[in-house]
């Protein structure tokens, strides 16, 4: 099934800062989705971009696509101590894996205050 | 309130002996799934199902067993449970596959 691979796994940064995500995936995709997930807690859906989409902005987040690179970036602007979490992608493929979702292990983020 | 809800949150069994994970959802969602999540592994889908009475497997299903009765519910069922079972386990449902993913809150499931 199609996976995300994210990177980095881990970013530290300030209260402040800008944080960049970014998510590499194999195969052709229907969508792309980015998830939030407070430790030990369900996955929040974050923001989701159609494969003929390339850039889309939701508050402070804004999300690229590019499909002839197979990768896509969150990038989240003036980050708060609040957004402390674990980042995930899920390319969401088409044909026989139309049902799969697939995660990677996602991106730990701390935002220092 | 729209919601994914999961019982028990917090589980301890033995090896062997049979429990059920439910799951159900108020969205008349058409999709729902299984995820279970370890460290260092993410989250990876169990199974998965497109509509009521119809269920696939995703990456990891080996030793376990679902059913898709009501449009609603979508129980996890480990027969005869192992050590190697033992993690967090996230039921999500969706309008259909290719949509945001709504997450119920985790069953924390310890198999000695």
């Known amino acids: 099934s199609q996976q995300g691979e994210e990177d980095p796994q881990a970013l530290s940064i300030q209260e402040g800062e800008n944080a960049t995500m970014n998510c590499s995936y194999k195969?052709?995709?229907?969508?792309l989705q980015w998830y939030r997930q407070n430790s030990g807690r369900g996955l929040v859906h974050l923001i989701l971009?159609?494969?003929?989409?390339r850039e889309k902005h939701s508050g402070r987040l804004r999300v690229t696509l590019d499909t002839s690179k197979k990768s896509s970036s969150l990038l989240i602007t003036a980050s708060r101590a609040a957004d402390t979490a674990s980042y995930f992608c899920?390319?969401?493929?088409?044909?026989?894996?139309?049902?799969?979702?697939?995660f990677g292990q996602g991106t730990i983020l701390t935002v220092h205050p | 309130e729209a919601q994914v809800t999961q019982n028990p949150r917090y589980l301890i069994t033995v090896t062997g002996k049979k429990l059920t994970v439910t799951c159900s959802q108020n969205?008349?969602?058409?999709?729902m799934s299984w995820y279970r999540q370890d460290p260092g592994l993410g989250l990876r889908q169990i199974y998965y199902?497109?509509?009521?009475?119809?269920?696939d497997k995703g990456d990891v299903p080996e030793g376990y067993k679902v059913s898709r009765k009501e449009k609603r519910n979508f129980p996890l069922i480990l027969e005869s449970p192992s050590p190697n079972q033992t993690s967090l386990y996230f039921c999500?449902?969706?309008?259909?596959?290719?949509?945001?993913?709504?997450f119920g809150p985790g069953t924390r499931l310890t198999v000695l």
């Open positions: 999500a449902s969706s309008e259909f596959s290719y949509n945001e993913q709504f």
């Open positions: 195969t052709s995709i229907n969508n």
């Open positions: 971009i159609r494969s003929n989409e």
């Open positions: 899920a390319p969401h493929a088409g044909g026989t894996s139309y049902g799969k979702l697939t």
């Open positions: 969205m008349n969602h058409e999709y």
């Open positions: 199902s497109m509509n009521v009475e119809v269920t």
